[in-house]
């Protein structure tokens, strides 16, 4: 036989064999899929899998029917019970039992299934109590501690709010912890009252609250409760601070003086 002839043939059988088989698997997949498809299912664009139609849940291999309680309604997911409670109901047991209200309280989530005491109640137990509210004291937006805060230059004590004591030379802040008011400046606080500060000639207040209160001026340094001069030796300048000096290049720093270095 001509091997040219015997090697078409033996080409063509291989071709027509893999057609055979490509079409068998096929065939044999699709048989796959349609048979395991359950009822009320719908098989998926890719894999070999499928899901259940809207209404029906997952249950093993099959689909079973989601039987809806009153006030509810179907939801999107394949997992769970495939329901959820309308709006004013929360789930119990296997139903949808109603969020009561007590008096005074409004449904207070997006999902509506809990509620919240309307502005000046709070929650106590199972019901909305009104807040009282003290002389000098008004309404927050806050369902948290008291509900209420006191106006400015009061603080809260107790049940009431009392009057902030402002001493002289003093004015009230924003806060009302700590003591509620602050010294103006150039006065600081000394057993609860503001002193004033002395600033020495040569010097300014500082604005802070720790160490004198005052600085010295560039040029002067702190000695007590004085500024004094600096004191520049030849060759030298002051540095950045002000308040001290530093050597001109090349001179360097021998003791209080400044010499040249070989």
């Known amino acids: 036989m001509n091997a040219k002839l015997f090697r078409s043939g033996v080409f063509g059988f291989v071709l027509v064999s893999l057609a055979l088989f490509a079409g068998t698997a096929e065939f044999a997949l699709a048989q796959g899929v349609v048979g395991a498809l359950p009822a ?14 809207s209404g029906y849940r997952k249950d093993g291999g099959t689909c079973v029917a989601v039987i809806l309680p009153g ?6 997911s394949t ?4 329901w959820d409670c309308q709006h004013g109901y929360r789930k119990s047991n296997e139903g949808c039992a109603a969020v009561e209200l007590p008096m005074n309280a409004h449904l207070g989530s997006v999902s509506g299934d809990r509620w919240l005491c309307d502005r000046g109640y709070q929650k106590v137990g199972t019901t909305c109590e009104a807040i009282q509210i003290p002389a000098n004291g008004y309404l927050t937006e ?4 008291s509900g209420w805060t006191c106006e ?16 002289e030379n003093a004015y009230l802040t924003a806060t009302s912890y700590d003591s509620g008011w602050e ?6 606080e000394v057993d609860g009252a503001c002193n004033a500060i002395e600033v020495p000639t040569n010097g300014y207040l500082s604005g802070q ?11 002067f340094r702190a000695n ?11 060759n030298a300048h002051l540095d950045f601070s002000g308040r001290d000096w530093e050597c001109n290049k090349p001179y360097r720093k021998r003791n209080l003086v400044c010499a040249l270095v070989d």
Do not use: K
Request: net charge neutral.
């Open 40 to 53: 009320n299912a719908t098989a998926r664009a890719y894999g070999n899998s499928w899901e259940c139609d």
């Open 142 to 145: 806050s369902s948290t501690r």
């Open 183 to 188: 010294c103006a400046r150039g006065y600081r």
């Open 224 to 234: 007590g409760a004085a500024c004094v001069t600096v004191e520049v030796p030849e």
């Open 209 to 219: 609250d720790y160490g004198q209160g005052w600085e010295c001026a560039r040029g």
């Open 152 to 167: 400015r230059g009061y603080r809260a004590s107790a049940n009431d709010c009392v009057a902030i004591v402002v001493p």
């Open 79 to 82: 997992y769970g019970s495939g």
């Open 71 to 76: 006030n509810a309604y179907l939801t999107s």
